[in-house]
């Protein structure tokens, strides 16, 4: 049985606090069931010093000058600020569209939202970045129903498929390599780094080695039909991995191509029951 979302989430921020690591503010829209009390929005101090300087640009004895570079610079950062909360709503915009679909496939996301700088230009988000999110589930999953063949799990038992789904990103080109989750299973002390494949290289390694071989191509259909039904193809990656039954720790990272650009995407974790 699966441990709750909200439990993995506080296992996870206690070991990344111990380990100094800033976990980011978004944590708190990742995780569903945490949420802080929001008391509503408090005065804002820089309006409120706007508001001071605009009333000393009309005192006479106020100085003028002063008062007039330092609402310029108070507007400035304003105007900034502004800008910044615009690029932050894109970014979380693009992540949630992201989380939507692997949650329609039953994909636990991990804890927060990764993203890759000068990735996707012209976009509204700082230096050009592209977001993303990752995500695992356990076997057996899914139940795929096939003609003549009946239910097939496209996870196996004591396996793991995590997922890579960044959001805005091109169709994949010839360079389809370069993401890599690395996992590490606290109950039996197992590891390592497994090479994360597209959909269709995904479908294929999801094919239970038992199968017969003219049932393989309908198997390997039905598989990359159920990946593709809810998430864009765009810079997809996935992998199954024989992690073994027990609490799995993950690390997502590494490069997708999304036309010229060469985009590296930062580690973001999470933490999976198999059993």
């Known amino acids: 049985m699966r441990t709750s979302r909200i439990f993995r989430a506080r296992v996870w921020l206690v070991f990344l606090t111990g380990m100094g ?7 708190g829209l990742v995780v569903p069931g945490i949420a802080n009390s929001d008391p509503g929005p408090a005065p804002s101090p820089l309006a409120i010093a706007i508001d001071t300087l605009e009333s000393n640009a009309s005192d006479p004895n106020s100085h003028r000058v002063e008062d007039a570079n330092s609402l310029s610079a108070a507007e400035a950062i304003i105007k900034v600020g502004v800008a910044e909360a615009a690029a932050a709503s894109d970014l979380m915009n693009g992540y949630q569209s992201a989380v939507q679909g692997m949650a329609k496939l039953g994909i636990d996301t991990f804890l927060y939202p990764t993203a890759a700088p000068f ?13 993303a999110a990752a995500g695992a589930v356990p076997g ?7 003609p003549l063949i009946g239910p097939v ?19 994949d080109g010839d360079k389809t390599t370069g993401m890599q989750v690395a996992w590490f299973n606290m109950d039996t002390l197992k590891g390592g780094f497994a ?12 094919i239970p080695p038992t199968l017969p071989e003219a049932a393989r191509p309908a198997v390997s259909s039905a598989v990359k039909s159920f990946l593709t039904s809810t998430m864009p193809l765009g810079g997809v990656r996935a992998v199954p991995v024989q992690t073994g039954e027990g609490t799995v720790l993950a690390a997502v990272f590494g490069t997708v191509q999304n ?7 930062f580690p973001t974790v999470g933490i999976t029951e198999v059993s």
């Open 21 to 27: 690591l800033a976990v980011p503010t978004g944590v």
């Open 119 to 131: 990735c996707a230009g012209g976009s509204r988000l700082p230096l050009d970045a592209a977001p």
């Open 140 to 146: 057996p999953w899914p139940k795929i129903t096939l």
């Open 153 to 171: 799990d496209a996870v196996q038992a004591g396996q793991t498929l995590f997922a890579f789904v960044p959001y805005g990103l091109a169709s």
């Open 195 to 206: 090479p994360m494949g597209t959909v269709a290289e995904t479908a294929e390694a999801a």
């Open 259 to 265: 036309g010229e650009a060469s985009c590296f995407f």
